[in-house]
């Protein structure tokens, strides 16, 4: 992997991460960072709300700097969703530390490692289609829901005729590795042992995979903290993997309790009034919010982000999660 190492050390002081990408330039300073990485595809809800602010309160009660980054690589991203969710974080009272990351003003940077893994040998093309990756079982001896490397070892004829069933489309670019697990330990949530498989890299659309870059920026970034709703749990052991791969540090995972609809499954926008314009629309105050959320986590019923940051104890964190029934008027 020292090439790869080599790779990311240059980059970590090169012009393209250091002018005009709102990037520290010395990283070492920046580990111990946390973040909130939300992506612009439409208003955050509750949830989406509630683990910002368990983010924020996470790194604030360790004395840690808190970056936000936008992850805007998704086609439904727009600057307005942006603005609004900058707007219900500011409004909730959560700040942070210089100006927000975007993952579309860092392709070059992807780019390069990407360019890196496949020079190396290090990546392979996939051609599986979504009806493949939904039919396929998991090959013997491997975690269940792992990608069983279908087209890790094909011959060139088979290439040929995989690449023809695409038609228009590319195929992906799927990380080899070596091994089939890994026991990690969260902060919230103890040892978990979970699949590594033959991530994707590149997408088949040309979108660099969530995996990939979220690992790349938050080496980068200098994140130390990575603190999110725990349906992400699963993901650690191959970022963990990747990192390792790629010379990064590895930071401290804690995984919080999502917010779930009537039905407790994860809540969504379309659940009804659930992000903060139509809550506040409906009578509720950003307090009322702030205290409910508190309550929720097993905190004090406190009505701003201050006094939440006072009350708060990642020791005291449950794991259940909040079953939301959102008000159809008041």
């Known amino acids: 992997m020292a090439k790869v190492n080599a790779a990311t050390e240059k980059l970590c002081t090169s ?35 509630r683990t910002a602010l368990l983010a ?61 893994l496949q020079a190396q040998g290090l990546l392979y093309e996939c051609y599986c289609t979504r009806k493949d990756l939904n039919d396929v079982a998991s090959a013997p001896h491997r975690p269940p829901g792992s990608y069983p490397g279908t087209c890790r070892n094909l011959s060139r004829d088979e290439r040929k005729e995989r690449a023809a069933r695409l038609q228009n489309r590319k195929p992906a670019w799927r990380l080899k590795t070596d091994i089939h697990e890994m026991t990690i330990v969260d902060r919230n949530y103890g040892a978990y042992r979970g699949a590594i498989d033959d991530l994707v890299i590149l997408r088949g659309d040309g979108v660099f995979s969530y995996n990939f870059v979220s690992v790349v920026d938050d080496a980068l970034m200098g994140v ?61 105050s950003v307090g009322d919010l702030l205290a409910q959320m508190s309550i929720s986590l097993g905190f004090p019923g ?12 990642p020791e005291n964190l449950g794991r259940t999660p909040w079953r939301f029934h959102p008000p159809i008027s008041l």
């Open 15 to 49: 012009a393209a991460v250091t002018e005009g990408k709102n990037m520290p330039v010395n990283l070492p300073v920046y580990r111990a960072a946390g973040r909130y990485a939300p992506s612009p595809s439409g208003d955050l809800h509750l949830g989406n709300l």
């Open 56 to 116: 924020w309160a996470f790194a604030r009660y360790d004395g840690r700097k808190f970056f936000l980054r936008i992850e805007d690589l998704d086609a439904r991203s727009r600057p307005e969703h942006e603005a609004s969710q900058l707007r219900d974080l500011e409004a909730l009272g959560i700040d942070w530390d210089g100006t927000p990351v975007r993952q579309s003003e860092r392709l070059e940077i992807y780019q390069e490692i990407f360019q890196t």
């Open 224 to 284: 130390g903290q990575i603190v999110r709703g725990d349906d992400l749990l699963p993901s650690v052991p191959r970022q963990i993997y990747l990192q390792q791969m790629l010379g990064y540090p590895q930071p401290e995972y804690a995984h919080v309790p999502l917010v779930l609809n009537q039905d407790g499954i994860r809540l969504a926008k379309r659940d009804g009034a659930v992000t903060l314009r139509q809550l506040l629309q409906l009578g509720l």
């Open 302 to 313: 406190v009505r701003n982000a201050q006094d939440f940051r006072e009350v708060f104890s």
